[in-house]
């Protein structure tokens, strides 16, 4: 690959290749460069350092993901439309397994773009829930408490937990989103 050809869609679709590859901790510049057939110096032309590499993943993640959100929510609200977040989250943290971490790295960046993207993700959230009979408190612990139920699924599905034969992962996740929609006041 030429310096011209190299753009940084390129070195991030590399990044998650490679992520992939050796896992996420593994994947350096020189690794990144190696796979691109370049100097590593030349990543340095459009990234400052991993770690700007790592946010601007992050922000390309959130953006893919809400995007696949608003087109599968279109027309929905209330409890289908939760179930719907929760299973287009959980299928894109499947598709995106080996950096689904860089989902829950705003907190760690000083980025305002990165949270800016991130609070539109979670604003769908909000906005799901208004539809249900809550006060501005009950609305703020439920969408915490249904981004805990999301995450901390995937993360310890991710981890190997919730593998057992009798009961599958799949329809246990969807069982206990459906059980988190109906202990809402107004959830169907």
């Given at each position: ?7 940084r869609d ?43 590499l ?38 894109f ?11 829950n ?6 980025s ?13 959230i ?11 408190q ?6 915490r ?9 995937i ?20 069982l ?13």
């Amino acid at each position: 690959m030429t310096k011209r050809d190299l753009t940084r869609d390129k070195i991030v679709t590399t990044y998650i290749a490679l992520a992939q590859e050796l896992g996420l901790d593994k994947v350096t510049f020189p690794r990144i460069a190696e796979r691109l057939a370049i100097k590593p110096p030349s990543l340095y032309n459009h990234f400052k350092n991993l770690t700007d590499l790592k946010i601007q993943t992050a922000i390309d993640l959130h953006t893919k993901l809400h995007e696949r959100l608003i087109e599968a929510l279109l027309g929905q609200s209330g409890g289908p439309a939760l179930k719907t977040y929760a299973l287009v989250y959980r299928q894109f943290a499947q598709d995106y397994q080996s950096v689904y971490e860089l989902l829950n790295t705003i907190p760690n960046f000083d980025s305002p773009e990165l949270t800016k993207i991130g609070r539109q993700n979670n604003a769908i959230i909000t906005k799901i829930l208004q539809s249900f009979d809550l006060t501005e408190q009950e609305l703020i612990i439920k969408n915490r408490a249904f981004r805990s139920l999301v995450n901390g699924y995937i993360v310890l599905n991710q981890l190997g937990y919730f593998q057992k034969e009798r009961f599958d992962a799949d329809e246990s996740f969807v069982l206990m989103i459906d059980e988190f929609i109906q202990a809402i006041p107004n959830g169907k």
